[in-house]
């Protein structure tokens, strides 16, 4: 059974950083893509950045600021986030599509208040 844990997300002043990270377990199969994606309170759930093969995508909100990468150990994402701002507070998600199958993580908190 594949599982995603995500790691990083905290409380930063405006302004700051952060780095989450996600790790996929549970899979001899290598991800086709990855991504993050948020939900902040009464909002739905929203693409952030998502990588495949050597192409990123990112929100217009965060291009600029936020950096999507692999990293050299199989089904690991991460996202470098900076100049963090109020609205970019929300619960991050990670995602994994995996031969057709997407899957997610539980979701880590990012509080971005000053």
């Known amino acids: 059974q594949v599982q995603l844990v995500e790691s990083g997300g905290g409380l930063v002043q405006p302004g700051g950083s952060l780095r989450l990270s996600c790790a996929a377990s549970?899979?001899?199969?290598?991800?086709?893509?990855m991504g993050w994606y948020r939900q902040a309170p009464g909002k739905q759930r929203e693409l952030v950045a998502v990588?495949?093969?050597?192409?990123?995508t990112y929100a217009d909100s965060v291009r600029g600021r936020f950096s999507i990468s692999r990293g050299n150990k199989k089904n690991t994402v991460y996202l470098q986030m900076s100049s963090l701002k109020p609205e970019d507070t929300a619960v991050y998600y990670c995602n994994a599509e995996i031969l057709s199958v997407n899957y997610w993580g539980q979701g880590t908190q990012v509080t971005i208040s000053s």
């Open positions: 990588i495949r093969g050597g192409t990123t």
């Open positions: 549970g899979s001899i199969f290598s991800a086709n893509c």
